[in-house]
């Protein structure tokens, strides 16, 4: 508990990296992945070919009980989609959000570089879809639409989201 507490409070510096391992559960074949994605409301407005290039960089990662996958602050390089296990968001002090199967994280920081918005632990062993920026921004390099689209969903999510606070 001590090694996770200062991993927390940043006394202590953690590699995603180093915590993930390539999944032993059941192969995930690109079907699956891009059943999964479209889960993911940012990949809502994308056609099954843009979604089949997203599938191919998506890696199937295992995580250990107790894994730091994402810290309030740090810099976020991945996104996370959970495809069994639960985690823990720690969006606040007061605010802790139970995570589980078909829920993702990282979405935000993957779009536009800026640090991580929660703490997110592992509660159980979690088998995850993960996307690393590097992939991501080189696929969004190669299939121009994909960009089109995403900004399209985000522009509807804002709208919903603005049509919400007003109503």
Not at 18 to 45: D, W
Not at 80 to 92: H, K
């Amino acid at each position: 508990m001590e090694l996770i507490g200062r991993m927390l409070d940043g006394s202590l510096p953690y590699d995603v990296q180093a915590v993930l391992r390539p999944s032993a559960g059941p192969a995930v074949g690109q079907g699956e992945k891009i059943e999964r994605l479209l889960e993911v409301p940012i990949f809502e407005g994308c056609s099954r070919r843009q979604l089949r290039a997203v599938a191919r960089i998506a890696g199937v990662f295992s995580a250990p009980a107790g894994a730091v996958l994402t810290r309030t602050g740090d810099i976020g390089r991945e996104f996370f989609l959970i495809l069994d296990g639960t985690a823990r968001a720690e969006v606040s002090p007061r605010k802790r959000v139970r995570l589980g199967p078909g829920d993702f994280f990282g979405e935000m920081s993957l779009l536009d570089g800026q640090p991580r918005s929660a703490t997110v632990v592992a509660e159980t062993p979690l088998r995850l879809l993960v996307i690393n920026s590097r992939n991501f921004h080189y696929v969004l390099a190669e299939v121009p639409e994909l960009t089109r689209a995403l900004l399209a969903t985000l522009s509807r999510r804002v709208r919903q989201a603005e049509k919400s606070l007003n109503a």
